[in-house]
T-cell receptor, first 115, second 114 residues
């Protein structure tokens, strides 16, 4: 079964350093999401792409976070500089299209610890 | 604004007992409702979803949920708990007119006692 691939699975970084996460969605999925999940809470959307275009980044802290999906396939989420409060799991997900009833498939997640 | 409330951050049942995880939604437009399961240090896996067809939805691993518009609820049930059901469960909503993004509840951690 096709899966959403993410790397790295675990990352420890020092405060003020830069960190990046990579995601490869299920082949053919036009819509890609990055969610952040703080321990003990549900995931919250950071950014949503349709092909290579951003359709929602209203919750992305743009002073330190950036995301791109240059060729409309894989995507990178960057944090610079990292802060202690950024410690969380970063989940990438994808779906065929941005329709409300479509199933969203999640990757295994990337755990970030900022020290 | 659309939102999801999961009652009970932690539910504990005995193996073989009924599992009931509660979810209430708030939506001004017809909702699409989902239940996901998350095992430790893993991503989310879809259990089932409601998309305005049958109100009783059957999912994987013996789980089912019933959409009750009058109660704005979408509770998840399983007749007989198994040790392997121990995990965190998230209810989520999306809605017509949106870009398909999911709004999640805070999750309910299910423990299963032998």
């Amino acid at each position: 079964e096709a899966e959403v691939a993410q790397s790295p699975r675990y990352k420890i970084t020092e405060k003020s350093q830069a960190v990046a996460f990579w995601c490869d969605p299920i082949s053919g999925h036009a819509t890609l999401y990055w969610y952040r999940q703080i321990l003990g809470q549900g995931p919250e959307l950071l950014v949503q792409f349709q092909d290579e275009s951003v359709v929602d980044d209203s919750q992305l802290p743009k002073d330190r976070f950036s995301a791109e999906r240059l060729k409309g396939v894989d995507s990178t989420l960057k944090i610079q500089p990292a802060e202690l409060g950024d410690s969380a799991m970063y989940l990438c997900a994808s779906s065929l299209e941005p329709s409300p009833g479509n199933t969203i498939y999640f990757g295994e997640g990337s755990w970030l610890t900022v020290v | 604004a659309q939102s999801v409330t999961q009652l009970g951050s932690h539910v504990s049942v005995s193996e073989g007992a009924l599992v009931l995880l509660r979810c209430n939604y708030s939506s001004s437009v017809p909702p699409y409702l989902f239940w996901y399961v998350q095992y430790p240090n893993q991503g989310l896996q879809l259990l089932l979803k409601y998309t305005s067809a049958a109100t009783l939805v059957k999912g994987i691993n013996g789980f089912e949920a019933e959409f009750k518009k009058s109660e704005t609820s979408f509770h998840l049930t399983k007749p007989s708990a198994h040790m392997s059901d121990a995990a965190e469960y998230f209810c989520a909503v999306s809605y017509g007119g949106s870009q398909g993004n999911l709004i999640f509840g805070k999750g309910t951690k299910l423990s299963v006692k032998p």
